[in-house]
Nanobody, 125 residues
Framework: QVQLVESGGGLVQSGGSLRLSCAASGLTFGTYAMGWFRQAPGKEREFVAHINWSGSTTLYGDSVKGRFTISRDNGKNTVHLHMNRLEPEDTAAYYC??????????????????WGQGTQVTVSS
């Protein structure tokens, strides 16, 4: 079955950086678009970043543009989220997701078929 396993979360000070990784198995990774979402306590799950199957197209949520970068390594079935200039407002559980196709510009949770269990990111002020 499809498995998405996130890693790399943790506690970081405001202004710091983290790199999240998502290892995928059980699917033909190079044919799937991948996304990152986050969810803070009491809030809805929010779109963070998306990358198409080849890595040629990326999309970002407004709150992370210019600070976060999504990338993928199809040879290692892995997608990364590089997070710079972290702020306390970035504190959330971060989830990796996969979809066989996405052609829009504002990804939503329902656009993705598979989800990981999440990794916690906490940014202290």
């Amino acid at each position: 079955q499809v498995q998405l396993v996130e890693s790399g979360g943790g506690l970081v000070q405001s202004g710091g950086s983290l790199r999240l990784s998502c290892a995928a198995s059980g699917l033909t990774f190079g044919t799937y678009a991948m996304g990152w979402f986050r969810q803070a306590p009491g809030k809805e799950r929010e779109f963070v970043a998306h990358i198409n199957w080849s890595g040629s197209t990326t999309l970002y949520g407004d709150s992370v543009k210019g600070r976060f970068t999504i990338s993928r390594d199809n040879g290692k079935n892995t997608v990364h989220l590089h997070m710079n200039r972290l702020e306390p407002e970035d504190t959330a559980a971060y989830y990796c997701a996969a979809t066989p196709w996405y052609g829009g510009t504002r990804p939503r949770t329902i656009d993705y078929n598979y989800w990981g269990q999440g990794t916690q990111v906490t940014v202290s002020s």
